[in-house]
């Protein structure tokens, strides 16, 4: 038995007979959904049912993130409103963890100001959690824990997942690459890959469990492997899980652009199961602002990259993560930005506002970007954006295309959804025995952000 699976059984044991019941809420990105579902793994295995309903949980838990600084506020405001919840019921367990909590002066600030967090911890103690849960059930003090295992990647952990359909598959764990912007590094540690062997068993077992679609998730996809320093690579990686039964489409975020390989492009053309759509975060047009970002190439680079690209895979969708108002960033940057969009013609723009994130090396700059400018170029980009993407997805009217059906959909419930290979939201008239299956549907209708089809 491990030290983990021990504390598991430990805190099962205490009060066996107890309606024990949890709620978690997740902040931020794909991994940190990743990690929240292996917390309800490990709380389910203790014993514990999950809730949607607050009031009803024994077992409150918050899984943050602090890319940018209203996702940190969030928290704060939900875990203020914890407090009457814990003076009514002094027995609930409120615990923290993710990336907020791997800062010191954040988890100083709880220590001191929401008294009644129970257990906080960071990433690189997610397995820990069981012991810390089972301190805590045994004394009224806060327990924390944001010690560096960095190292250390925990296996064979249990895992609730939140979709029947697509899963989530963590390959590596941090992040070397410092973007002047960028808090991940600092809370998420260095890169380390998982085993190979390891990702492999992982895709077995859900291709046996019926999932269909697999997301490989990692900060920069492309420098997998490196640390093991032999023949393991990230293209390496989708060759063999091209060959994982049960499994029709592979999935992958992020790719970091200046580490993108012509093996990997070939890769992606190769494998039948890897969907033809690629996320590449260009984050800004303007060399000068590239430079200060830290990201190591040029929008020459990228444009060369995305026509490499381009004729291997020519009905590729392309998307990418911008942020406006980098410090420093001039209208003439902001202009470059809007030529490369007009240039390039993602398929879809994530665009952030710069947010400046304490101990990153953006924040010290004295040239921060006013508000009403960020905003103002944030909604400029927004409108180009949204006529590119409509156009687009104009092309696909009539077009007969094969969806993965996901489930119901989420403005209408009495209509399915599913996504084309290239990642689109396609609504349609379907029943959820459908739920699962690849089918083909006509493009009925194209909108900016999804598209309507009817069966074919
Ligand atoms: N590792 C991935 C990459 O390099 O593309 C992305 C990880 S990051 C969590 C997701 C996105 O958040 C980034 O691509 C960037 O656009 C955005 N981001 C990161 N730091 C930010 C900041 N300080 N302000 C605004 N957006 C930020
Ligand atoms: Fe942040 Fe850059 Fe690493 Fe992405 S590659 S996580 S943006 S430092």
Redesign the pocket.
């Known amino acids: 038995m491990t030290r983990q699976e021990a504390f598991m059984h430990s805190v099962l044991e205490m009060n066996p007979q107890a309606d024990k019941k949890y709620t978690i809420n997740t902040y931020g990105c794909q991994m940190n959904e990743n990690d929240s579902e292996k917390l309800a793994g490990m709380m389910e295995s203790m014993g514990y049912k999950h809730t949607a309903v607050l009031e009803d949980s024994n077992l409150v838990l918050f899984n943050t993130c602090c890319?940018r600084e209203n996702a940190e506020l969030k928290v704060y405001g939900h875990l203020g409103a914890l407090k009457a919840l814990k003076l009514r019921r002094p027995n609930i367990i409120i615990a923290v963890c993710g990336c907020m909590m791997q800062q010191q002066d954040v988890v100083n600030h709880i220590l001191k100001k929401y008294r009644h967090v129970d257990i906080i911890f960071g990433t690189h103690n997610l397995h820990k959690f069981p012991e810390l849960l089972y301190k805590s059930l045994n004394t009224d003090a806060t327990v924390a824990d944001i010690s560096t295992s960095e190292g250390y990647i925990a296996e064979g952990m249990p895992i609730k997942r939140g979709h029947g359909v697509k899963a989530w598959l963590t390959i590596m764990y941090g992040?070397?690459?410092?973007?002047s912007?960028?808090?991940?590094?600092y809370v998420?540690g260095r890169e380390r890959s998982r085993r190979i062997s390891d990702i492999i068993d992982e895709a077995r077992i859900l291709g046996r469990q019926g999932y269909k679609e697999i997301t490989l998730l990692g900060?920069?996809v492309n420098s997998f492997g490196l640390d093991f320093k032999d023949v393991t690579s990230f293209s390496w990686l989708l060759r063999c899980l091209e060959e994982v039964d049960g499994i029709e489409r592979i999935r992958f975020m992020?790719s970091?652009p200046k580490d993108l390989s012509d093996e990997l492009i070939y890769a992606m053309r190769d494998c039948s199961k890897v969907c033809g759509h690629l996320h590449l975060?260009v984050?800004a047009g303007s060399n000068r602002i590239l430079e200060e970002?830290?990201?190591k190439y040029t929008r020459e680079k990228y444009i060369d990259l995305v026509d490499r690209i381009r004729n291997q895979m020519p009905n590729i969708s392309l998307t990418t993560?911008i942020i406006v108002g980098f410090p420093g960033e001039t209208d003439e940057d902001f202009d470059r930005t809007m030529d490369l969009i007009r240039r390039i013609r993602f398929d879809y723009v994530y665009t952030f506002l710069y947010s400046k994130r304490t101990g990153t090396p953006a924040a010290k700059k004295s040239n921060q970007v006013s508000d009403k400018i960020m905003k103002a170029r944030f909604d400029a980009l927004l409108e180009l954006q949204n006529s590119i993407s409509k156009k687009i997805n104009s092309t696909l009217l009539g077009k007969k295309l094969e969806i993965l059906v996901e489930g119901p959909s989420k403005n209408n419930i009495n209509m399915m959804m599913g996504r084309t290979s290239s990642n689109k939201i396609v609504n349609f008239e379907g029943t959820t025995e459908l739920v699962g299956r690849l089918v083909v549907v006509n493009i009925d209708n194209a909108g900016t952000w999804s598209l309507d089809g009817s069966l074919v």
């Open positions: 890319v992040c070397n690459n410092f973007c912007y960028c808090i991940v590094p998420r900060q920069n992020t970091h975060p984050q970002m830290n990201r993560d």
